[in-house]
């Protein structure tokens, strides 16, 4: 990303400012793939048409940008008031963040989105996020910011699996839930609202990253392509299901936290047949 004011996509400069050892050496049709793949110039005009909208109203943007309908079941199950972590699977790698937020934001407009803080850089939306780190130890200052809101009247909404579904078994579903949401629903007294977003990324999406596996590879490269995903739901319908409140006094010494999260994530997949 550059720096001006205005948020832009620009591949060579990500290239020069990460490795510009690599970028000197990059073949251009490497280059222009890569531009093709991440849709740089129709992201490009959007961000450009939408410059000065931030948070909600850039959420409304991008749905109207890529056509979506939204359809939702059981939202009235979420009561006005009341502090709750919102707890979805994760289908898509971005788009269904987008649309739950413009869901919840229907009903709840001081929310927090707990995100990988490299997702910052999308300022229209950092308004929204709670970001943490994924790859290392949380600060200090970075703790005492995720418990702020944790103990404020804020709703937290968050992704448990922490990582795109993929293809297991022969069914997209979710890696394992992690178990942080639940100490911290149990922490900070919060309800828990469990959440079913239908959705799949494409064969190719899965298969690439089946083979990457089978090749030993570690880094993510089918991340890559979650923009180019993303553009392919263009037009399509989201439904988006919301389950009862799970109620932070249920959780005991049962379950271990571990079982707690595996608990929710079967709560949550089981509302697709409601």
């Known amino acids: 990303m550059t720096e001006d004011k205005l948020l832009r996509i620009d591949i060579d400069a ?33 961000l450009e048409e939408s410059d000065g909208k931030i948070g909600l109203d850039f959420v409304e943007a991008t749905i109207e940008f890529l056509d979506l309908k939204l359809e939702f079941e059981g939202f009235e199950n979420v009561p006005n008031s009341g502090r709750y972590i919102f707890a979805a699977n994760h289908p898509l790698g971005g788009l269904e963040s987008v649309v739950l937020m413009s869901i919840v934001g229907q009903k709840f407009k001081d929310f927090k989105f ?19 780190n994924k790859h290392g130890s949380q600060s200090r200052d970075s703790l005492n910011l995720i418990n702020q809101y944790y103990a404020s009247d804020f709703q937290i909404l968050y992704f448990p699996a922490g990582l795109v579904s993929r293809k297991i078994k022969g069914k997209v579903q979710d890696l394992a839930w992690q178990k942080s949401f639940v100490n911290k629903a149990v922490e900070f007294k919060r309800d828990i609202i469990p959440i079913f977003i239908e959705g799949e990324n494409s064969k190719f999406f899965y298969n690439l990253s089946r083979f990457r596996k089978f090749l030993g590879i570690k880094a993510n490269i089918e991340m890559l392509y979650l923009v180019d995903e993303m553009m392919k739901q263009r037009g399509k319908t989201i439904k988006v299901v919301f389950g009862k409140p799970f109620l932070y006094s249920d959780i005991d010494k049962s379950k271990n936290s571990v079982e707690w999260a595996d608990y929710l994530r079967t709560l949550s997949y089981s509302l697709q047949n409601d």
């Open 14 to 46: 990500i290239l020069e400012a990460k490795n510009p050892k690599l970028a000197k050496r990059l073949p251009k049709f490497i280059k222009s793939y890569l531009k093709r793949i991440v849709h740089q110039d129709a992201i490009n005009v959007f």
């Open 114 to 132: 707990v995100v990988n803080d490299i997702l910052m850089f999308l300022k229209p939306l950092s308004v929204l996020f709670l970001p943490i």
